[in-house]
């Protein structure tokens, strides 16, 4: 059986990348990343650190996942990177997912913060997702 998380990830790493919305803000096909390449266009988005928790009841096995989500832009202001948080939080918030293995009981948005990075020329969007799975 494969990791709940990964299963997580790849799940949404394929309806972000098909999402028409998400390709309207962060190109087609999306900069959605795991690992930025060097150079990478902006703005882009990179599905980051996660954590599992056990979610077993005692009957039924299950995973909590904390996740995060990094929106990167270099556009003046706020609103480039307040606009792909908007898109990413609208297509992933109840989202059914289909994930290899697991179910995905729901996602929820949890909370977005909008940051500007010290040396002034990057703003960043850092997006919480709650998620619970079972195995099938």
């Known amino acids: ?5 990964w299963a997580l990830q790849a ?3 394929t309806a972000l990348s098909a999402d028409a919305n998400i390709k309207s803000v962060l190109g087609d096909p999306p900069r959605v990343y795991d ?11 990179v599905i980051g650190d996660g954590k599992e928790s056990d979610w077993s009841t005692s009957t039924d096995t299950g995973t909590e996942h904390a996740l995060v989500l990094h929106v990167w ?10 606009a792909v948080a908007a898109t990413v939080r609208a297509a992933l918030d109840d989202a059914a997912l289909t994930l290899a293995g697991h179910t995905l009981i729901g996602i929820k ?7 500007r ?8 969007a850092v997006m919480k ?3 619970v799975t079972e195995p099938t």
């Open 35 to 45: 690992e930025v390449p060097r150079n990478a266009a902006m703005p882009y988005l």
């Open 73 to 82: 832009s270099r556009a003046r202001g706020r609103k480039e990177s307040k």
């Open 117 to 124: 990075q010290t040396y002034g020329q990057t703003y960043h």
């Open 1 to 5: 059986m494969s990791s709940a998380s």
């Open 11 to 13: 799940a949404m790493f």
């Open 129 to 131: 997702f709650r998620a």
């Open 109 to 115: 948005h949890q909370s977005s913060e909008y940051l």
